[in-house]
Structures are given as structure tokens and as C-alpha cells.
């Protein structure tokens, strides 16, 4: 393998067609496509300040590694990542890509991050602003997640989650084949539309979580106060630790707390209409 250290790249596709190369201590300057169409590149304590600046990398590894805004839609059509200890302050990172892997990385700009991505593999990332992030993605597993972006993980499928804070708005949107454990999710209509959605251990804000849901299922879960007008016309299995605020017109299932605060049936509850609900004797 060549390696390249203390060295500036700048301009169009400065690296183009490169294979087995590491580069150490390098800068990609302003311009366009620094590394495009390579194999087999590591980049340790590198900086990326152009645009696209890792398209169709097949076999890479990234380690302390820093993204400048400039570097926005860095790393697009690569496939076989591995990413460690870096910092990205770009949008719209990673997408269209198989088997990638990141341990302790940041992100200060997570816009539209992480979209349609086969096989993602997280231990330990932060994600700081941005909207829609994991949108698409699929057998995604996730240790260690602290987020404040928008609309997370909507569209997604086959994902586990462990561990995480999550705070946001309509999260969990349309997925299917998702379990979280041990995790904290503040953030209004959580997800909506979803199928197969399992929470074990989890706190729950937000007003009108977890409605429209098919078979969704929880275990050992507690509601903040706001978590209020839960369940609407969902078929669900709710173990609820605690009280929950108000529960409301669920189409079937059964949904037992230690205190309801109110239960709502009305004329707009969907068939079947047989949901037990009942408080814990």
C-alpha cells in the first residue's frame, strides 16, 4: 500500500482512480471529487474541505478524521466503511451505500444524513440539527445514540436501537421491523404509520405517540406527562410502567398501566374496537 502524508490536494478529482493508497496527515482543499471511483483508502488525521470528496470508494477506512462544511455530500456510493473518532460539520453525508460501520463519530449538521443505506452499523454518534436523517435505510443496529435532529428514522427497516437519546418530532415514521431498548424518545406523533415497532425499556414524551400503528408492542415503558392521547387506532400490546396521561380510541389489543388518566371511546373508534384497557391490579 502507498502512503502520502503532509500533503495539500486541491481542485478536480486530484486522487481519481486511486487504489490501495493510505494518506496521512492530508488535506483536501477546495474543489471537487478529491477521491472518486478508488479501493482500498485509508485516511488517518486527514481534513476534508471541498465538495464530494469521497464518491464510489469501495474498501475504505477513515480514522480522526475531520469534514469542513465545505465537504458537504462527502461520502456518496461507497460501499465498505469504516469510520472512527471523527467530526463532521457537513450535511448530507453517506448515501447509497452498503456495510458501513462508525464508532464515536459527531455530527453537527446531520441534514438529510444518512439516507438509504444498506447494512449500518453504530457504536456511539452524536447528531446535532438537521432533518430527516436515516430516511430509507434498512438492517440498521445502533449502540450508543444522542440526537437532536428532525423526523429520525423514518422509512426505515430491520433496525435495532439501544441505548439512545432522542429528541425530536414525528420519529419513527412509516418503519417497519424496529426495536429499541433502554432509550429515551421526546418528541411528538411518534411513530405513526408504523409496523412491527417494539419499545422495551423506554421513556416516552410527546403529545400523541405511537397512533396508527399495526402490532406495535411495548415492554416495561414509562410516558412522560405530555405523552397524552396515546394509541389512536393502533393494535397494540403496552406494558406501561407508572401513569400514562390519556389513552385513546386504540383499535385492539391490550394496553395495561398502574394509572390512566383517562380513556377516551368515541364514535370514531375503528373495528375491530376490542381493546382491553385496564389499570395493574
Not at 477521491?35 to 476534508?48: A, G, H, P, V, Y
Not at 411528538?188 to 400523541?208: A, D, F, M, P
Amino acid at each position: 500500500m502507498k502512503t502520502i502524508k503532509d500533503k495539500s490536494f486541491g481542485g478536480e478529482r486530484p486522487l481519481f482512480e486511486s487504489h490501495n493508497l493510505r494518506l496521512e496527515s492530508v488535506t483536501i482543499t477546495e474543489g471537487e471529487s478529491g477521491l472518486k471511483e478508488c479501493s482500498n483508502i485509508e485516511c488517518d488525521n486527514c481534513r476534508f474541505e471541498g465538495k464530494y470528496p469521497l464518491w464510489h470508494v469501495d474498501y475504505s477506512r477513515i480514522t480522526r478524521c475531520y469534514f469542513a462544511p465545505g465537504s458537504r455530500s462527502a461520502v456518496w456510493y461507497s460501499d465498505d466503511m469504516e469510520m472512527s473518532d471523527t467530526v463532521i460539520d457537513a450535511p448530507k453525508l453517506f448515501r447509497e451505500m452498503k456495510n458501513l460501520t462508525l464508532r464515536n463519530v459527531t455530527i453537527n449538521d446531520a441534514d438529510e444524513t444518512f439516507w438509504r443505506i444498506d447494512g449500518l452499523h453504530i457504536t456511539g454518534l452524536t447528531l446535532i440539527d438537521g432533518t430527516y436523517p436515516f430516511m430509507f435505510s434498512r438492517n440498521i443496529e445502533i449502540d450508543g445514540l444522542v440526537s437532536d435532529s428532525k423526523y429520525v428514522f423514518q422509512y426505515v427497516k430491520d433496525v435495532v436501537i439501544r441505548n439512545a437519546k432522542i429528541t425530536t418530532k414525528d420519529a419513527f415514521w412509516e418503519t417497519e421491523n424496529v426495536t429499541v431498548y433502554d432509550s429515551e424518545i421526546d418528541g411528538e406523533y411518534l411513530g405513526w404509520h408504523s409496523k412491527n415497532l417494539r419499545l422495551v425499556n423506554c421513556h416516552i414524551k410527546g403529545t400523541q405517540p405511537l397512533c396508527y400503528c399495526d402490532d406495535l408492542v411495548l415492554e416495561n415503558c414509562t410516558f412522560g406527562d405530555d405523552a397524552d392521547l396515546a394509541f389512536e387506532y393502533s393494535t397494540v400490546e403496552a406494558d406501561i410502567v407508572g401513569r400514562i396521561h390519556s389513552v385513546k380510541n386504540p383499535s385492539s389489543g391490550i394496553i395495561v398501566a398502574d394509572e390512566i388518566g383517562e380513556i377516551i371511546l368515541d364514535d370514531n373508534i375503528k373495528a375491530p374496537a376490542d381493546c382491553l384497557i385496564r389499570e395493574r391490579m
